[in-house]
T-cell receptor, first 119, second 109 residues
Framework: DTEVTQTPKHLVMGMTNKKSLKCEQH?????MYWYKQKAKKPPELMFV???????INESVPSRFSPECPNSSLLNLHLHALQPEDSALYLC??????????????????FGEGSRLTVL | KNEVEQSPQNLTAQEGEFITINCSYS?????LHWLQQHPGGGIVSLFM???GKKKHGRLIATINIQEKHSSLHITASHPRDSAVYIC???????????FGKGTHLIIQP
């Protein structure tokens, strides 16, 4: 199984809603990532978890709250979002991080993404 | 900070043509990744390279560490190869991957 599964595929929410994006992998990978991608732009790193602990937070606003309940699951909790937060949110995993805890070891496996629209 | 430049930004070719996409970067890296993204979709990892050359089916990726340059080649291109191809590098002091802006490839039948 080399899949990273993301749910939901599409999400529409108002600015006062609370919702969550979910990501799951069963490859035994110990590093998991959230990326945000706007149309026609490359992905931007948001968070990295290593061994279920937050390793990197790229100065993301607190209205995005990540959670890693176990080594296979990664959530992104959304609250009080703004319309400019509408984007494709991509989850990824890799075997591990480098010794400096900054880069993936091995290939990065991406999910299909969750397309978020904030009204 | 590593700068990753891809060329061309857009490429339209006829089915069967040999395709080359180039990537250059400014700072030493631990690995270079070639990724594929279809419209509205997720990203698929095609190759991870730290030296030399790799081949998978009709795709070939090469890297020259000294020149800080990599190429992705597609032989006998097919319309299903139409996608955005992204070069990304890891290491060089940055967190995660540093991405190029992508090459939008269209293969016409």
């Amino acid at each position: 199984d080399t899949e990273v599964t993301q749910t939901p595929k599409h999400l529409v929410m108002g600015m006062t809603n609370k919702k969550s994006l979910k990501c799951e992998q069963h490859m035994g990978h110990r590093a998991m990532y959230w990326y945000k991608q706007k149309a026609k732009k490359p992905p931007e790193l948001m968070f990295v978890y290593s061994y279920e602990k937050l390793s990197i937070n790229e100065s993301v606003p607190s209205r995005f709250s990540p959670e890693c309940p176990n080594s296979s699951l990664l959530n992104l909790h959304l609250h009080a979002l703004q319309p400019e937060d509408s984007a494709l949110y991509l989850c990824a995993s890799s075997q591990d991080l480098t010794s400096g805890r900054r880069s993936p070891t091995g290939e990065l496996f991406f999910g299909e993404g969750s397309r978020l629209t904030v009204l | 900070k590593n700068e990753v430049e891809q060329s061309p930004q857009n490429l339209t070719a006829q089915e069967g043509e040999f395709i080359t996409i180039n990537c250059s970067y400014s700072v030493g890296i631990s690995a270079l990744h070639w990724l594929q993204q279809h419209p509205g979709g997720g990203i698929v990892s095609l190759f991870m390279l730290s030296s030399g050359k790799k081949k998978h089916g009709r795709l070939i990726a090469t890297i020259n560490i000294q020149e800080k340059h990599s190429s992705l080649h597609i032989t006998a291109s097919h319309p299903r190869d139409s996608a955005v191809y992204i070069c990304a590098v890891s290491g060089g002091g940055a967190d995660g991957l540093t991405f190029g802006k992508g090459t939008h490839l269209i293969i016409q039948p």
